[in-house]
């Protein structure tokens, strides 16, 4: 059971990875960089390192993901 969500958590860190580089729109690429920074988090918590899962947690997906949506609003704004 624990290779079996090793594997699915690998074959998803893969996925969200490459469709967040070949996404056509930019606000789907961000969402899926949130993902992937999620995804990443729970990958460091099963290989024990909780640490370092919270980090990934918090820089990675929350602050990051959050500057990103941000930039992209602004963006958005500055088109219109």
């Known amino acids: 059971m624990s290779f079996a969500f090793d ?3 690998a074959a998803a860190l893969l996925w969200s ?3 967040s580089l070949s996404v056509d729109r930019l606000d789907r690429a961000i969402v899926l960089f949130i993902a992937f920074g999620l995804l990443m988090a729970l990958a460091w ?3 024990a390192a ?3 899962g919270l980090a990934e ?17 602004a963006l958005k704004r500055r088109k219109e």
């Open 7 to 9: 594997l699915l958590l």
């Open 17 to 19: 990875g490459g469709r």
């Open 45 to 47: 918590a099963r290989l």
């Open 50 to 52: 909780p640490d370092i």
């Open 57 to 73: 947690a918090a820089i990675g997906a929350g602050l990051t993901g959050a500057l990103l949506l941000d930039a992209y609003g």
